[in-house]
């Protein structure tokens, strides 16, 4: 898995980005080992959010450049990491406090704009519409946020209400103790996993293809092809069935 520093450019109040740590330390501190984590961008405005099936739960949110992420429900200045595994189409981000909007009072934006005048009761977006007014907070096109309880994403669809979350496309994320994928299949329903298809991902402890071909059964995990590539000792093989050289690490 290759991990990758981001910051908002320009950072101008000066947020460093996470120290090396142990992969999503924040996000583990608060959520179960299996989650899923959705985002909606619109130009520079992004919102993540982050669930599992226990009913647990963390927004982040990204208004623009120069103030980088928030936690809305904190108030907390966020510095953080994403973290790609070998594929172009998924990535994790994680984040930590580094501040609060509450020490920004009289802080302005690169266009004189100020970022709050009270201690972040009240935060102005960059172009001054209302970015958060007491307990409720606003996108910069004006869309609810947070308000009453219940938190939006910025085209107007629910994200959260009460327990149950949802993905950006209005489709049911968390409903209960069930997760499912934006398309509406199940990704988790207790210990099974499942891929967009349906196939079983993974049940008890053993892992599946998304053709359904073995990926692992006990200690040993299988090939593509259905060889073993490491059997229970820890002895590596390739495809063609040969003792690899390359050692393998549990």
Known sequence: MRR?????????LGFETLEDRRLLTIIADT??????????????????????????AKIFYHPNDELGYIDPATGDLLGGEFFLPDTSSVFVLDAAPNGNLSGLTGVTYSNSQVITPDGGATVFHRDGSIMRSGGDWSYDAGATMFSGGNWSWSNGNALLTGSVAFHPNGAALRNGSTLYYGGGGTFQNGEVL???????????????????????????????TGGVMVDDEGAVYNENGDLSLAPYTR
């Open 4 to 12: 990758s520093s981001f910051s908002a450019s320009p950072r101008r």
């Open 194 to 224: 499942n891929y967009p298809t349906s196939q079983t991902l993974k049940s008890g402890d053993n892992y599946f293809y998304e053709d359904g071909e073995d990926l692992r059964t006990g200690n040993t995990l299988y090939h593509p």
């Open 31 to 56: 959520l179960a080992d299996t989650f899923v984590q959705v985002t909606r961008t619109t130009g520079l405005e992004t919102t993540v959010l982050t669930a599992d099936a226990a009913g647990n």
